[in-house]
């Protein structure tokens, strides 16, 4: 649009009709710590029925489905609420209470704590998150902070509107045009991007209700993601068999990660029977076995029909594919088509698996441990790994 706003149209079929509205800022680009948080969490308190999607560098707003009558009112109304919120004394308040609340609940869960562990490591190396830091910083929020970030980052060209579902074209854009045409136009904000470090770093336990390992690798700049796809529907199968196969009732959990705008593909194992050393075992192994052998024919099938089926299941859902394409637009600058990475999908070889597992799993990684002693170091993890 004139005003630098992006207007994505996603003409299809479904039970309902989703609006999103994704601004350019997040925790990594905030001009002051937790505000971005607390802004969004002022909106959420006006609108209670807008979800909302908040991230390193984007935050999200979204109606939920809805009639194609009341669509169009929504889009009324989620104009509004960027472009003119109610920012009040006792909304920021609120806001601020209830963050404080929830950081002060979470904080002591050892999963949240190994989160937080896992990101501060991966990213500028070693940092220790500071709760109370956090707290006053929120504390510190005035009126006139969220007044400066809203002129800031609630522009036209740090906004993306998405539209899902069936109607015409030219309607909806009229419509968008209508009502977030008069944005101002704004300058475009840059998101600092962290470097990715790696490290390691333990969560001592002296009596674990479960041991948890995370470990990580950076796929940020990764070009060949439907090959990545593949590999890990593989190493997530290889996985859960090698886990029952060793006797240990252990979770896993093989995803992209997004920390700071960035990311990284990281395992999750966790488990109240095995320490942290076995469960290290079957992962490393099987990271060995990907970099040095080729999949048969059948894991190769096996593996490219979960990875479309993933990518279908989640562009299958408007609320997930708006936020995806919005962060890919503003991230990017255009958004990949998801057809073109079907077919992509169904042309990878093990040949490419195996490139592609020697180039993730050869770079620094991130590794950080829940449980009590023994470890594997940061060395023996390499060697293992080889």
Request: charged share 25%; proline share 2%; aromatic share 8%.
């Amino acid at each position: 649009m004139a005003n630098g706003v992006v207007a994505v149209i996603d003409n299809r079929e479904s039970n309902g009709i989703t609006v999103a509205a994704t601004v350019k800022v997040g925790h990594i680009n905030e001009p002051k710590l937790g505000i971005a948080s607390v802004y969004e969490k002022v909106l959420m308190l006006q609108k209670p029925d807008v979800q909302t999607v908040y991230g390193g560098t984007i935050t999200s707003y979204l109606t939920g489905a809805a009639t194609k009558e009341g669509a169009f009112e929504k889009i009324a109304e989620l104009a509004v609420l960027i472009k003119k919120p109610v920012l009040s004394e006792q909304l920021l308040k609120e806001a601020v209470d209830d963050i404080i609340r929830h950081t002060r609940d979470r904080n002591v869960l050892p999963r949240r704590q190994l989160k937080l562990l896992y990101k501060h490591t991966a990213f500028n190396g070693h940092q220790i998150w500071d709760t109370e830091a956090y707290i006053q910083s929120l504390l510190s929020i005035s009126i006139e902070d969220l007044q400066n970030l809203h002129d800031t980052y609630y522009t036209g060209k740090n906004l993306v509107v998405s539209f899902s579902g069936r109607a015409k074209e030219s309607e909806i854009l009229s419509l968008i045009g209508k009502f977030f045409g008069d944005i101002p136009v704004g300058i475009a904000q840059k998101a600092g991007l962290p470097e990715y470090t790696g490290g390691y770093a333990v969560l001592q336990a002296e009596k674990p209700i479960f041991n948890r390992v995370l470990i990580g690798w950076d796929v940020t700049k990764l070009s060949n993601v439907a090959e990545a796809n593949v590999l890990m529907s593989m190493l997530s199968g290889r996985l859960d068999r090698s886990f029952v196969n060793a006797g240990i009732d252990a979770t896993t959990e093989v995803k992209i990660a997004g920390y700071y705008g960035c990311r990284t593909l990281r395992i999750a194992v966790e488990s109240a029977s095995s320490e942290t050393n076995r469960l290290l075992d079957v992962i490393c192994q099987n990271i060995s076995r990907l970099k040095n052998s080729k999949a048969s024919e059948r894991r190769m099938e096996t593996s490219r029909n979960a990875a479309m089926t993933e990518k279908l299941f989640k562009f299958g859902d408007p609320e997930a594919a708006s936020v995806e394409g919005a962060w890919q637009v503003l991230r990017h600058g255009e958004m990949y088509d998801v057809a073109n990475r079907i077919t992509a999908t169904w042309q990878v070889s093990a040949r490419d698996v195996q490139d592609i597992a020697k180039e993730i799993f050869s770079q620094q990684f991130t590794c950080v441990l829940y449980g009590k002693e023994p470890y594997y170091s940061q060395e023996d993890l390499v060697e293992l790994m080889k």
